[in-house]
């Protein structure tokens, strides 16, 4: 301890009157400079590649800054990459297209013609809106938005075996694990009624309530809610009848609203290296902070379909983690959004329904999901180029890394704790396969900044769908990565944030987390205003 703070505060006040007395505070004295307190900013605060080498810096602006291909691609990978940015176009028609059979196939049933209306221009789809006189809205062609389904199971399941289908989905008998409110022309028995009605009609409506503010300022959030009518096993039914029939109608059936995710960077993520991702891993809180990220492992078609007796793998993609690569996840939408068969999901969706087998009945099986020849409607030339567009397309660079707003935002960003669940970066393993098939030269070994620790979290009720995924259950959310977000808005203005577009503003989807989230919400809402613009601002450069 200094020795002047152990004296009696006699001699302190002795000592004040000696040096005022020798001219300790006379005019020819100059007090000392305050010291300005050290500020510490996170590492990445200053970082601009957040793909690494595959970065792009020419979206700032632009309505396309997604849809760039990594700049590190060889000649034939760009060439591949773009037949795949066309196919990732192409709008599929019903079978048969005698003109171009190679564009026929579409649903039965289905959400969207085409990928591009899910991921408008690589990114999210748009929002729906409802008009001044209007309470609700039926999802029709414009709609990105779409419910996955499954019954309720018995228990939790927490092991997945063969037995248990390795904790899969358990899928609506007769409907499967995805509602197609879209249809083709005489895809339901009372076609002549609802021609071009998928399984169902969906509606959508919100429901509102306010967040305030510390400082009083109030903010409204809107949450979409469901409503599932005229099931083609029971037309007209509604949750209101009298005497409920329909499969999809009955209590055990859950429901849970998703939007289109953005399309670039996802090679990059699955490189990521399996164990970086496991060694985030903190189910039991072992910590005690309050944040315990669980992996979800899930069904892997591309193991089932080389015979791997253990056909499950890490779940990386997806709201709830919950396919395995971007293979898995791209042919699968083709398969299940568009109705489109494939080499790796060869059969429709809803192969083995009674609306399947009267569909095929009813049109002379002219459209039985195989080409002329016996194969898949989409060819492995058409699918292979799909998925490496997925893989390879560029993540946008920062913006605004200097201003003084940005980098405070990321000291707080780091101070809220946000960066727990949104691990700032990870290194991109050398070598290796992705999706089963060699990875590509340009993915390898990049430092990159996607600001998700690819995790499941538990985001609270408000969020919750209530619907098990695999290991996933109604509460837990994977990570959202944050590489691009700041981009959302000018690549499609009427895009919305979270898993089903609810918030308007990222300013809004902070308010919705809950949880394990909860502290870092509530130190968020206690900021003053200037200082939650930094934080806003600081998300909008990434």
Request: aromatic share 8%; net charge negative.
């Amino acid at each position: 301890m200094n020795k002047l703070l152990r004296q009696p505060y006699w001699f302190v006040a002795l000592l004040g009157l000696s040096l005022s007395a020798c001219g300790g505070s006379g005019d020819d004295e100059t007090s000392p400079d305050p010291i300005d307190p050290v500020v510490t900013y996170p590492s990445y605060t200053s970082i601009v590649a957040l793909g690494g080498d595959t970065t792009t810096f020419d979206a700032s602006n632009s309505g396309h800054g997604f849809s760039t291909p990594s700049l590190n691609l060889t000649a034939d990978e760009l060439a591949l990459h773009l037949r795949g940015d066309t196919n990732f176009e192409v709008s599929f028609t019903t079978a048969p297209n005698d003109q171009h059979p190679e564009l026929d196939g579409l649903g039965p049933v289905f959400n969207n013609a085409d990928c591009n209306s899910c991921h408008q221009r690589d990114g999210r789809n748009s929002t729906p809106f409802l008009a001044a006189d209007e309470t609700r809205v039926k999802l029709g062609s414009a709609a990105g938005i779409f419910l996955r389904i499954s019954k309720a199971p018995a228990e939790p399941c927490t092991v997945g075996t063969a037995d248990n289908n390795y904790c899969a989905p358990i899928k609506v008998p007769d409907f499967g694990d995805q509602l197609f409110h879209r249809g083709v022309l005489k895809a339901r028995p009372d076609w002549q009624d609802n021609a071009f009605v998928g399984q169902a009609d969906v509606y959508l409506s919100y429901e509102r309530h306010d967040e305030v503010y510390a400082d009083g300022r109030t903010i409204s959030l809107k949450k979409p809610i469901f409503a599932v009518e005229n099931p083609y096993d029971a037309p007209g039914e509604t949750k209101q009848s009298a005497n409920i029939t329909s499969n999809l109608l009955q209590d055990d059936v859950l429901m849970g609203w998703r939007n289109g995710m953005p399309v670039f960077g996802l090679g990059l993520l699955e490189a990521i290296p399996e164990a970086s991702i496991l060694a985030n891993v903190d189910a039991d809180d072992s910590n005690k902070d309050d944040i315990s990220g669980r992996a979800n492992w899930v069904f892997d078609a591309i193991k089932a379909q080389n015979g791997d007796s253990t056909p499950v793998s890490l779940g990386r993609f997806g709201w709830k983690a919950n396919t395995p690569s971007v293979r898995v996840q791209s042919l699968g939408a083709l398969r299940g959004d568009i109705g489109i068969t494939n080499p790796l999901f060869p059969d429709e969706s809803i192969v083995g329904t009674s609306l399947h087998d009267s569909y095929l009945t009813r049109t002379g099986f002219v459209d039985t999901g195989e080409d002329v020849n016996g194969a898949p409607e989409a060819s492995a030339e058409f699918s292979d180029s799909v998925v490496f567009y997925a893989e390879t397309l560029a993540v946008p660079a920062r913006r605004n890394v200097d201003k003084t707003a940005v980098r405070e935002g990321a000291r707080l960003f780091e101070q809220l704790n946000c960066s727990s669940c949104h691990t700032p970066s990870f290194v991109t393993k050398t070598s290796g396969d992705i999706g089963g098939l060699p990875m590509s030269e340009s993915l390898k070994g990049q430092t990159i900044y996607p600001f998700s620790d690819m995790l499941l979290h538990d985001m609270g009720e408000g969020l919750a769908d209530g619907r098990p995924d695999f290991l996933a259950d109604g509460n837990e959310w994977r990570t959202r990565p944050l590489w691009g977000i700041g981009l959302t808005q000018t690549v499609n203005p009427q895009a919305g944030f979270l898993h089903d577009g609810r918030a308007a503003t990222l300013e809004e989807a902070i308010l919705w987390h809950d949880g394990e989230s909860k502290t870092s919400k509530q130190d968020f809402m206690a900021l003053t205003q200037t200082e939650r613009d930094q934080v806003i601002a600081f998300l909008q450069s990434l």
